[in-house]
């Protein structure tokens, strides 16, 4: 690819809960961000769904959007890269339409598919395979759930893709392409030799071609459309990159490119990273294995089902008082919330929360756990309550990373997602992990990442370390409070 001459790089991250769109100078500022927030729907229990056609609409205002508020010639913009969750499926017809709404990474509802493949295959033979737990998250266990569930619509199943392909097809790009990293998601994919798996492609009765191209990450694949330049603002004929899921973007974004460095991302779902220079197993299957945007390595990842989502569900169910007062205040809740937790002794009075609103992922892998809050008495109050809510989700997280320390020596923690945004949560993890912690410059390190894999896909950096050095930078350093 030419290098084309310009001074920005667009990405556009297409998480859980919204989607956000950043414009970024070549040394990893932002000029301009647009987002647009939406929610999750929960049928039943268990199941989470979302409209991807409704998300795209989001994602094209995001867009124009972030264009408005950067105020820049839209000409100047090199490249468009993509960040999305991962392991959303999205079954289509013949002419793209989905058949039904998108389910949901979060979604729990095949669990009884869970057990017919374990009857097909050994749990550790599917871990061995494609380095994930056998778990109700992955494409394989809802292709089976929807054949069986849906037979009429299946009937009319045309593609099976994800978040990410269904939107690069919408933008312009004339097929489906997945990237590498995300495809490892579909519970399909060797990630050891990086190829689809015939066993597993045999229990979901189902061919390659119905599934997206494989791609590395980073490829330039199309251009924006006259009507997508139309809808959002970009100029036609801007070039469009295969980026990767959020937590590999994420990965990045973070500058996790070496061994010893971690990011632990808390946003709606909460995941801590690893870099792999040689693929690995953890001998009791806690930990996913997943392709690194870097083509031949490999992250160590602990996933959190319920991070940031849990306290936006506190901050909107119970935090009324709250709410109310930011309102009046013209305030962010959420800086409220900050000084209320900042008055309050560490370890909430023995206030206990177990974050297990969408069940428990590493290192439980349980879909039947539940969210709890243990230990209430007379003596606590919403202070104590708030609290618990931010240590219980970083228990969690220091229970991820207290088992990839088991193997791996971690020297460089780095905090990401929205909870990075609070001074008090930052200083929680670090005191909670016991180790020094580092904010970035840019904490929504998913749409950075997308950017980075824009410029490479266009030859701006000829490879990741060179797009890292140029556009990701700590921005403050919290150390753990000793214990008197």
Known sequence: MVKKIGKYLAGIDIGTSGAKVAIFSLDGKVVGSGYKEYKCIYPKPNWVDQDIDYLL????????????NSNID??????????????????IDKKGKPLRNMISWQDNRAYLEVEYIKRKILQEEFYKTTGLPLSTTWLLPKILWFKKNEPAAWEKVYRIVQVQDYVLKALGVSNYYCDISDIVTTGM??????????????????????LSIPTLSGSCVGKISKKVAEKTGFLEGTPICVGAGDTNCSALGAGIVTNGQVSVSIGTGGIAVAYLDKPYRDPKQRLMVTNHVIHGKWQLEGFQAGAAGVFRWFKDEIATMEKLLATSAKENIYTILDKIVSSTPAGSNGLIVLPYFASAAAPRWNPNARGSVIGLTFAHDRACLTRAFMEGITMEQKDILNTMSEELVINDVRVIGGA????????????????????????DSPVLGAAMLGGIGIGLFKDVDEATDAMVFIEKRYDPIKKM
């Open 57 to 68: 609409d989001c994602t094209m205002n995001s867009c124009r959007e972030a264009l408005t």
């Open 74 to 91: 839209t000409s100047e913009i090199m490249s468009i890269s993509l960040s999305s969750q991962r392991t959303c499926s999205i079954f």
């Open 189 to 210: 994919w060797d990630t050891d030799y990086m190829k689809w798996d015939k066993k597993l492609m045999k229990i979901a009765e189902i061919e390659e071609t119905m």
């Open 420 to 443: 990075a945004k609070s001074n008090i949560w930052n200083q929680i993890q670090a005191d909670m992990y016991n180790m020094p912690v580092k904010t970035l410059r840019t904490p």
